[in-house]
């Protein structure tokens, strides 16, 4: 049993791109359904703190603009998850998350992509593939997931798809949980 890492076919965006294009995509998908607001963003701002705040400010107002729109439920909620998995807001600041969200969105264009980690120093923004293979190598089940889902919760999943069950299963440590233990053992 063990995770492979599959890297996503995307365009990585600093947190402000991210904002911008999501609050785009949300104003597209608005102005099918009668919307007729814009939203503009001070592309040429140099100041970093500044543009974020700017696009933060944006997204926010464009948010309260859009509410009563059903057809951009979507929409919205993408834009909210960015803002909450990526931004910490008060009063007088915007500044980016330090410790980012579980489950952030990793790409508009990729709804389902999420950063997965390795370690502490080694993340990747995608998938995961989960896969159970014989001695000989045979792929006997295989599951992909977005690159958050931690290794243990696709364990049992993967077993019980096994036609033949196997009494040992070499996988990693941290497949080894006290759940995933007391599962193998019912079944």
Known sequence: ??????????????????????????????????????????ENEEDKKRALKDAVTRAVHLLEETQEIKEVRKEREMLESILSGYIESTQETVTERKKKGKGRIVSPVDKDARYGAKSKTKTWPGYKLHNTMTRNRFITALEVTAADVTDDKMAVLLYDRQTFKPFIIPADALYGTGENRQAFDKR
């Open 1 to 42: 049993m063990d995770a492979t890492s599959i890297y996503a076919d995307i365009a990585l965006l600093n947190t402000t791109a991210l904002i911008k294009k999501t609050c785009r995509q949300l104003v597209t998908a608005a102005k099918s359904a009668g919307y007729s607001g814009s939203v503009t963003f001070d």
